[in-house]
Nanobody, 124 residues
């Protein structure tokens, strides 16, 4: 089992930046690919970014490419999402997720474990 806890969300002005963190418990963190998803009110959960077990490969949604960056530090059992040039449409609850298969598939049902989410609100 893997337990995930997100942090770093908050209120930010359009054009600003935030860095989200996801801390994992357990001794098998490096066995999982990690992903970030988001969900706005009335919308389906949406893929944002994913990173391979070693951090060697990444994948991004077109809507965030060039603005967001995913990274991980396996020694600290932590994955990060750096968000720059934020827009009001980025407003959502952001979730961290772990995938044992490690295929970087941008679908929520592929992932095995989920955090509780952290709110990101971008004002115009």
């Amino acid at each position: 089992q893997v337990q995930l806890v997100e942090s770093g969300g908050g209120l930010v002005q359009a054009g600003g930046s935030l860095r989200l963190s996801c801390a994992a418990s357990g001794r098998t963190f490096s066995s999982y690919a990690m992903g970030w998803f988001r969900q706005a009110p009335g919308k389906e959960r949406e893929f944002v970014a994913a990173i391979s077990r070693t951090g060697r490969n990444t994948r991004y949604a077109d809507s965030v490419k060039g603005r967001f960056a995913i990274s991980r530090d396996n020694a600290k059992n932590t994955v990060y999402l750096q968000m720059n040039s934020l827009k009001p449409e980025d407003t959502a609850v952001y979730y961290c997720a772990a995938d044992l298969r490690g295929g970087l598939v941008p679908a929520p049902n592929v992932y095995n474990y989920w955090g509780q989410g952290t709110q990101v609100t971008v004002s115009s």
